[in-house]
Structure formats: structure tokens, C-alpha cells
């Protein structure tokens, strides 16, 4: 299954790792590992993650802080957020 995400979602994920890489590079590419980990487990297996509405989902970023949100479109996944866990709580349902 192909895989998209929303513009804002990239603008996170680039965010995320900036403000990794300004701590640690190791850190930072362990965040892109740990992403790319999350989105090829998505593309096998979407419906084993959890619904956070009727349209969502939420994938756990491994040793990481972050939730990639996702749903299920008719022929592609669209990624609407990489979300921090412990902030702004649903800041992406509106996308």
C-alpha cells in the first residue's frame, strides 16, 4: 500500500528531528530509523494499531516520544501528524 503524508506531517517530522540533531546526531538519525520502523510496520499491517476517532489511528515511534496519526484512505495511507505524546493532544483532527 502507498503511503502519503500531509504536508503539515512532514513539517513536524522535520521539526522533530531538527530539534533532535541540535542534542544529538545519533539521536536524530534514531528518530528517522525509528519513523521509517513505524511507517513500514503501517504499510504491512494498518489495522493493528489503535483508533484514536473514526477515521484514526496512532502508531507508538519506538524509544521515541511521538504517535504517527494515520488513516486509511481509499487507495493510500495518509499520515496527518507526527505528534509529540504528551502535547497538544489532537491538534491534527482538523486535516
Known amino acids: ?17 531538527a530539534w533532535y540533531s541540535e542534542r544529538s546526531q ?3 538519525r534514531g528518530l528517522i530509523v525509528a519513523v521509517d520502523l ?5 504499510i504491512e499491517t ?3 494499531f489503535i483508533k484514536v476517532d473514526s477515521r484514526h489511528q ?3 515511534v519506538r524509544r521515541y516520544p511521538c504517535q504517527i496519526v494515520f ?3 481509499r487507495n493510500h495511507i ?3 501528524a507526527v505528534a509529540h505524546s ?3 493532544v489532537g491538534f491534527w483532527r482538523d486535516r
Do not use: Q, T
Open 58 to 60: 496512532s502508531c507508538s
Open 26 to 28: 545519533n539521536a536524530a
Open 71 to 73: 488513516r486509511r484512505e
Open 1 to 17: 500500500m502507498r503511503i502519503e503524508f500531509h504536508p503539515e506531517a512532514i513539517g513536524e517530522l522535520e521539526a522533530a528531528v
Open 38 to 42: 513505524a511507517i513500514g510496520s503501517i
Open 78 to 80: 495518509l499520515v496527518v
Open 46 to 48: 494498518p489495522d493493528r
Open 86 to 88: 504528551k502535547r497538544r
